[in-house]
């Protein structure tokens, strides 16, 4: 297992913007997020506005000019936008053509029309799972509802033994899976592998998300028995569609990207020669970039052009993808420059010297700094940015398969114990019509389960290989 390591960091390490000592940037690091939470929580200020001035305030208490904070932070906000926000946007385009064409109505009816009532909590897993690949985790939620109350209602189903199942499969996508917008940031912040990073957050998902799905959902259904709220059950997209594109092509569809990715890491091991032509051309297909531009395209025609779609109809929906993704991507943006403040504060060389004579795994390392972001912020995305930012460092020795094992790490903290604090835990209240108490010992304590299992599992990992 990868140790903590305090050998020279790469020779392009730039010296830090402030010569504060540990004592002075540990309350630093420690007062700029309690600005980001206090924002956050208390006077309810939009995360993007949050974490400028967490970032400004973070520089400001470890004694750094002001000018070379403001540097920092716009050079981080900026790699970190031209380093995912292309993928973020292709996503979100992906996303929308899947629900505006139906093509998420035909993969979730299909499945559901095969599986009886013991088998209905395994299927909304994969349901959840299969359409949460491509969508934003507050999406997806949207998209899944209908079906989980439809089934819930139908079936004489415990929402709780429909609900708890797809929130899982969405949750652990959302955690552990590029491209989806944290782990994809980690990716490019500790310099891993992408298509090592997805293999093994596949290898980490499966049994992660069967534990904290159908078999916690038997637990929930017990301590929570509420009906389906038949107020929060919305018309679905597909009821004013003539037509809808087939279960084969959507799913060819969704899992288009995914596959690219893989084969480029599959070949990457394989062939191991940068020279060798198939590896260049598997390098150039299975870049996320060129992967989900060639899923958005493909999508155009076997989603959008079976459902009806003029070309006038598709431009309309790519834009209107495109139109909510603005807050996300400066969040994102956002937490990059709160992540390169810490870097040039010299918060990852204090985080080495500190740690020399611990022999705590770097692995739990990184997830307890995710956990205490989490829990700090209430946001996944923040807290795995952040956390990425603080053990970057630590990947300098890493081996390929450890660096994606610590994105996973960041990864599985990240989503750990949702509360009062996230965005997310009031929607699972508000949609199932949940009190807080119940939605404490429902989502929250799943989102934990996947946390800790997810973890568990990675360390375990980094122990065969």
């Given at each position: 297992?990868?140790?903590?390591?305090?050998?020279?960091?790469?020779?392009?390490?730039?010296?830090?913007?402030?010569?504060?000592?540990?004592?002075?940037?540990?309350?630093?690091?420690?007062?700029?997020?309690?600005?980001?939470?206090?924002?956050?929580?208390?006077?309810?200020?939009?995360?993007?506005?949050?974490?400028?001035?967490?970032?400004?305030?973070?520089?400001?208490?470890?004694?750094?000019?002001?000018?070379?904070?403001?540097?920092?932070?716009?050079?981080?906000?900026?790699?970190?936008?031209?380093?995912?926000?292309?993928?973020?946007?292709?996503?979100?385009?992906?996303?929308?053509?899947?629900?505006?064409?139906?093509?998420?109505?035909?993969?979730?009816?299909?499945?559901?029309?095969?599986?009886?009532?013991?088998?209905?909590?395994?299927?909304?897993?994969?349901?959840?799972?299969?359409?949460?690949?491509?969508?934003?985790?507050?999406?997806?939620?949207?998209?899944?509802?209908?079906?989980v109350l439809m089934v819930a209602r139908r079936g004489n189903y415990s929402l709780m033994r429909i609900g708890i199942p797809a929130l899982a499969g969405l949750s652990v996508m959302h955690g552990l899976i590029p491209p989806h917008p944290g782990p994809l940031v980690a990716v490019d912040a500790v310099k891993a592998n992408l298509g090592v990073?997805?293999?093994?957050?596949?290898?980490?998902?499966?049994?992660?998300?069967?534990?904290?799905?159908?078999?916690?959902?038997?637990?929930?259904?017990?301590?929570?028995?509420?009906?389906?709220?038949?107020?929060?059950?919305?018309?679905?997209?597909?009821?004013?569609?003539?037509?809808?594109?087939?279960?084969?092509?959507?799913?060819?569809?969704?899992?288009?990207?995914?596959?690219?990715?893989?084969?480029?890491?599959?070949?990457?091991?394989?062939?191991?020669?940068?020279?060798?032509?198939?590896?260049?051309?598997?390098?150039?297909?299975?870049?996320?970039?060129?992967?989900?531009?060639?899923?958005?395209?493909?999508?155009?025609?076997?989603?959008?052009?079976?459902?009806?779609?003029?070309?006038?109809?598709?431009?309309?929906?790519?834009?209107?993808?495109?139109?909510?993704?603005?807050?996300?991507?400066?969040?994102?943006?956002?937490?990059?420059?709160?992540?390169?403040?810490?870097?040039?504060?010299?918060?990852?060389?204090?985080?080495?010297?500190?740690?020399?004579?611990?022999?705590?795994?770097?692995?739990?390392?990184?997830?307890?700094?995710?956990?205490?972001?989490?829990?700090?912020?209430?946001?996944?995305?923040?807290?795995?940015?952040?956390?990425?930012?603080?053990?970057?460092?630590?990947?300098?020795?890493?081996?390929?398969?450890?660096?994606?094992?610590?994105?996973?790490?960041?990864?599985?903290?990240?989503?750990?114990?949702?509360?009062?604090?996230?965005?997310?835990?009031?929607?699972?209240?508000?949609?199932?019509?949940?009190?807080?108490?119940?939605?404490?010992?429902t989502w929250s304590l799943m989102e934990t389960i996947i946390s800790v299992v997810a973890g568990g599992l990675i360390l375990l990992l980094s122990l065969v290989i």
């Amino acid at each position: 297992m990868t140790r903590l390591s305090v050998e020279t960091l790469a020779a392009d390490t730039v010296a830090p913007i402030t010569s504060a000592g540990h004592a002075q940037l540990g309350i630093a690091v420690l007062a700029g997020i309690a600005v980001i939470v206090l924002l956050i929580t208390r006077f309810k200020l939009h995360a993007f506005l949050a974490l400028t001035i967490g970032s400004l305030a973070l520089g400001a208490f470890a004694g750094a000019p002001l000018d070379k904070v403001i540097t920092s932070f716009s050079a981080g906000l900026g790699s970190t936008v031209a380093g995912v926000g292309v993928l973020i946007a292709l996503g979100a385009i992906l996303g929308k053509l899947l629900a505006d064409s139906g093509g998420a109505d035909q993969i979730v009816d299909t499945i559901l029309a095969k599986a009886g009532p013991r088998s209905m909590p395994w299927a909304m897993v994969l349901i959840a799972s299969v359409i949460g690949l491509p969508l934003f985790f507050e999406v997806g939620i949207v998209l899944l509802i209908p079906v989980v109350l439809m089934v819930a209602r139908r079936g004489n189903y415990s929402l709780m033994r429909i609900g708890i199942p797809a929130l899982a499969g969405l949750s652990v996508m959302h955690g552990l899976i590029p491209p989806h917008p944290g782990p994809l940031v980690a990716v490019d912040a500790v310099k891993a592998n992408l298509g090592v990073t997805l293999a093994l957050g596949v290898l980490v998902a499966v049994p992660t998300v069967i534990i904290a799905g159908p078999l916690f959902s038997r637990v929930a259904a017990r301590w929570v028995d509420v009906p389906a709220p038949e107020r929060m059950l919305p018309d679905r997209a597909s009821e004013e569609l003539e037509h809808r594109p087939g279960f084969g092509a959507t799913l060819t569809t969704i899992l288009l990207p995914v596959v690219l990715m893989l084969s480029k890491a599959l070949v990457d091991i394989v062939v191991d020669d940068p020279a060798n032509t198939a590896q260049r051309v598997f390098d150039v297909i299975g870049s996320p970039l060129i992967a989900l531009l060639v899923a958005v395209l493909v999508g155009i025609f076997t989603l959008g052009r079976p459902a009806g779609f003029t070309k006038e109809r598709i431009s309309r929906t790519v834009e209107k993808g495109l139109m909510p993704i603005a807050g996300i991507m400066l969040i994102v943006g956002a937490g990059g420059g709160f992540k390169q403040t810490l870097i040039d504060c010299g918060v990852g060389q204090m985080i080495l010297d500190i740690s020399k004579d611990w022999s705590i795994p770097a692995l739990l390392l990184a997830w307890l700094i995710a956990v205490a972001i989490r829990l700090a912020t209430g946001s996944a995305t923040v807290a795995t940015i952040s956390a990425a930012g603080l053990v970057a460092p630590l990947a300098a020795d890493m081996s390929t398969a450890h660096t994606a094992l610590l994105v996973l790490a960041i990864g599985a903290g990240s989503v750990f114990f949702s509360h009062v604090n996230d965005a997310g835990f009031w929607l699972v209240k508000e949609y199932f019509g949940l009190s807080v108490g119940q939605t404490v010992r429902t989502w929250s304590l799943m989102e934990t389960i996947i946390s800790v299992v997810a973890g568990g599992l990675i360390l375990l990992l980094s122990l065969v290989i």
